[in-house]
T-cell receptor, first 115, second 115 residues
Framework: ETGVTQSPTHLIKTRGQQVTLRCSSQSGHNTVSWYQQALGQGPQFIFQYYREEENGRGNFPPRFSGLQFPNYSSELNVNALELDDSALYLC??????????????FGAGSRLTVL | DQQVKQNSPSLSVQEGRISILNCDYTNSMFDYFLWYKKYPAEGPTFLISISSIKDKNEDGRFTVFLNKSAKHLSLHIVPSQPGDSAVYFCAAKGGRNTGGFKTIFGAGTRLFVKA
């Protein structure tokens, strides 16, 4: 059983640029969500995808967007990067139903630094 | 709007003693609570959970207690081991009519277990 894998692990961008982060869900999981973890804070929910459609969103502006593919892999895109976007971005997958539906399996994250 | 609060940023405990991590929440519609553990350079991993219909759940050295009237839960680790040193996140989920698709995290408590 493979876990959740994310790429890249680290990246540096400048203000105004765009970034794409990638995630492969755990085998058997069809729901993926993205979280932003700023320094000293807990993960903050960005959005969730199920069956290739966004079905839940947190308090993040539209320049944060995503995609889910038929193989349940996912992307997080952030446009017009701001300094405050510097954070660890975590991808998490879970089963859509059953006993595992409440438990998230996280990747190790992509650390984004915006200069 | 911080719905899940962990008011202790850090906790230091001697090996073999009990570690007690606390968490408060404000939304009475939360019906499922989880604890995640995070080591440096890794994503959070699920530790233990409890449904709102229970007041205690035990798994080996880990026990979670839920006091719904006080909107408070705690994680007990007995006995504490140096390998338990990590950041612990309290998290909560609501039912479908409360945006149950997202998990809300506290800011975390860093546990140090001294040998």
């Amino acid at each position: 059983e493979t876990g959740v894998t994310q790429s890249p692990t680290h990246l540096i961008k400048t203000r105004g640029q765009q970034v794409t982060l990638r995630c492969s869900s755990q085998s058997g999981h069809n729901t993926v969500s993205w979280y932003q973890q700023a320094l000293g804070q807990g993960p903050q929910f960005i959005f969730q995808y199920y069956r290739e459609e966004e079905n839940g969103r947190g308090n993040f502006p539209p320049r944060f967007s995503g995609l889910q593919f038929p193989n349940y892999s996912s992307e997080l895109n952030v446009n017009a990067l701001e300094l405050d976007d510097s954070a660890l971005y975590l991808c998490a997958s879970r089963a859509a139903g059953g006993s595992g539906a409440n438990v998230l399996t996280f990747g190790a994250g992509s650390r984004l630094t915006v200069l | 709007d911080q719905q899940v609060k962990q008011n202790s940023p850090s906790l230091s405990v001697q090996e073999g003693r009990i570690s007690i991590l606390n968490c408060d929440y404000t939304n009475s519609m939360f019906d499922y609570f989880l604890w995640y553990k995070k080591y440096p350079a890794e994503g959070p991993t699920f530790l233990i959970s409890i449904s709102s219909i229970k007041d205690k759940n035990e798994d080996g050295r880990f026990t979670v207690f839920l006091n719904k009237s006080a909107k408070h839960l705690s994680l007990h680790i007995v006995p504490s081991q140096p390998g338990d040193s990590a950041v612990y996140f309290c998290a909560a989920k609501g039912g479908r009519n409360t945006g149950g698709f997202k998990t809300i995290f506290g800011a975390g408590t860093r546990l140090f277990v001294k040998a």
